[in-house]
């Protein structure tokens, strides 16, 4: 892919979990037919960093397990066959403090 995964939306629904949105690539910019998507997440403050996959006809996923009240940034990528596209500008999620009625989400 010559393009990343545009409208990067994040959303900290609970103290472990942050959904993440994203609109795919235009056709043009795909180069081929997109097989998944990487999110890598990654706190400081834990010094800390994983990496999920998810299934290229999908555009959304939760980031699950995490810590409370811990600011995650988060990248996207698409992947072909031939291979990554280019990462997308960080954006910054933060969990809930734990204890707080997931209510108030």
Request: aromatic share 10%; no cysteine.
């Amino acid at each position: 892919p010559t393009s990343y995964p545009q409208n990067l939306t994040l959303l900290a629904a609970s103290s472990s979990t942050i959904y993440v949105n994203w609109q795919p690539l235009a056709f043009s910019d795909r180069n081929g037919y997109i097989i998944n998507y990487s999110l890598r997440y990654n706190s400081i403050k834990l010094n800390s960093s994983d990496t999920i996959f998810v299934n290229g006809s999908m555009n959304s996923t939760a980031l699950t397990n995490l810590s409370p009240f811990t600011t995650y940034n988060i990248v996207i990528r698409a992947a072909t066959v031939i291979g990554y596209g280019p990462p997308s500008p960080s954006k910054a999620a933060t969990t809930h403090q734990a204890g707080l009625k997931e209510a108030l989400t």
